[in-house]
Each structure stands twice: as structure tokens, then as C-alpha cells.
């Protein structure tokens, strides 16, 4: 047991990301293995460029960035996302014992922006049956599917179902 216990903390010195098939090995070899990679630790630090955002690890919240953790080596997904969920960013990152592993993230849009024009003067919108300014708006929003209204007093309604993509710049033009 000690001595696979060294062998894999060397295989792990050597190669932060080793992995092997967990179905082909006994389960008390796989606990040796945890046990050392849980024993050796590295340094994650997290920046980015929108204030608060969240840092999953392997799609696990560890807290905001900036964020500095210690961590078992490894190689590991490293998602950082904007509190709106308009921006994110996903980077693979391999953690080193005793090292410590920077990530500086420009974090990508991932929104979408409706543009509305339109007559007559103090035309007024709905998304989703909420009230929005009135026209022109330039909104951003999720990706996703909408219901827009366009309506002013004296005219009929107009109404444009909407499906915004990651992205996407939608325009409409109402009448």
C-alpha cells in the first residue's frame, strides 16, 4: 500500500492530469490513488474581467473571482460565468503540486440584444407581457424564446414571437 502510495504521488508529480480507466482497477487501488492526489496540493487563481463573476470547477461552484484556492493536482474544467449569464468563459487548467496556476479571463458574450424601431410617435412595448421604455429600445437579454407586443393608442397591436440565439442582434420593425 505505501508503495503504490509513493509510485502514484511520483506518477502525479510528474503528471498532474494522469488519469487511468476507473472500470479496469480495483477499488482499493482507486482509493490509494484519491488518497495521494488528495494529499498534494496547487494553486488556482481566478481572475476575470467581470466583477463577481462565478467559478464552477469541473461544473462545482467554488466562489467568485477574483478567487485563489488550493486544490488537488489534476487537470480540471474551469468555467467562469458573469452574474447575468450573458458572459462566459471555459478553460482547461492543470494544477501542479506547489505551483500555482494563474488564469486571467476575458470572459465572451454569450447574450443576445433586441433592437425595436418603429411608428407611431409613443409606441409603447411588452416582452412577455412586461411593460419595457418605450420605442426604440436596445435591450440585452438571455438567449431564448419572447413574446413581443408593439402597441400605441388608435392602432392594432403588432405582435413578433421571437427566439434570440447566443449572440444574436435581433432588429424588428414595427408598424
Same mark, same amino acid.
Given at each position: 500500500?505505501?508503495?503504490?502510495?509513493?509510485?502514484?504521488? %511520483?506518477?502525479?508529480?510528474?503528471?498532474? &492530469?494522469?488519469?487511468?480507466?476507473?472500470?479496469?482497477?480495483?477499488?482499493?487501488?482507486?482509493?490509494?490513488?484519491?488518497?495521494? +492526489?488528495? /494529499?498534494?496540493?496547487?494553486?488556482?487563481?481566478?481572475?476575470? %474581467?467581470?466583477? @463577481?463573476?462565478?467559478?464552477?470547477? %469541473?461544473?462545482?461552484?467554488?466562489?467568485?473571482?477574483?478567487?485563489?484556492?488550493?486544490?488537488?493536482?489534476?487537470?480540471?474544467?474551469?468555467?467562469?460565468?458573469?452574474? /447575468?449569464?450573458?458572459?462566459?468563459?471555459?478553460?482547461?487548467?492543470?494544477?501542479?503540486?506547489?505551483? =500555482?496556476? =494563474?488564469?486571467?479571463?476575458?470572459?465572451?458574450?454569450?447574450?443576445?440584444?433586441?433592437?425595436? /424601431? &418603429?411608428?407611431?410617435? &409613443?409606441?409603447?412595448?411588452?416582452? %412577455? &407581457?412586461?411593460?419595457?421604455?418605450?420605442?426604440?429600445?436596445?435591450?440585452?437579454?438571455?438567449? @431564448?424564446?419572447?413574446?413581443?407586443?408593439?402597441?400605441?393608442?388608435?392602432?392594432?397591436?403588432?405582435?413578433?414571437?421571437?427566439?434570440?440565439?447566443?449572440?444574436?442582434? +435581433?432588429?424588428?420593425?414595427?408598424?
Amino acid at each position: 500500500r505505501s508503495k503504490a502510495a509513493k509510485a502514484f504521488r %511520483d506518477s502525479l508529480e510528474a503528471d498532474p &492530469g494522469l488519469e487511468f480507466p476507473r472500470a479496469e482497477i480495483k477499488e482499493s487501488v482507486a482509493s490509494i490513488y484519491d488518497a495521494a +492526489r488528495a /494529499s498534494m496540493k496547487g494553486t488556482l487563481k481566478v481572475k476575470a %474581467d467581470r466583477e @463577481g463573476a462565478l467559478v464552477l470547477l %469541473d461544473g462545482k461552484e467554488i466562489g467568485k473571482a477574483p478567487l485563489e484556492r488550493k486544490i488537488p493536482v489534476g487537470r480540471y474544467k474551469v468555467m467562469v460565468r458573469s452574474p /447575468s449569464k450573458l458572459h462566459i468563459k471555459e478553460v482547461e487548467a492543470l494544477v501542479r503540486v506547489g505551483k =500555482t496556476r =494563474t488564469l486571467e479571463l476575458k470572459l465572451n458574450y454569450i447574450g443576445a440584444r433586441l433592437v425595436v /424601431s &418603429g411608428a407611431p410617435a &409613443g409606441a409603447s412595448a411588452t416582452l %412577455d &407581457g412586461n411593460p419595457t421604455d418605450m420605442l426604440p429600445l436596445n435591450m440585452e437579454l438571455k438567449p @431564448g424564446s419572447y413574446k413581443l407586443v408593439v402597441q400605441a393608442p388608435g392602432y392594432t397591436p403588432e405582435r413578433f414571437p421571437l427566439r434570440l440565439k447566443p449572440g444574436e442582434t +435581433r432588429q424588428v420593425s414595427a408598424r
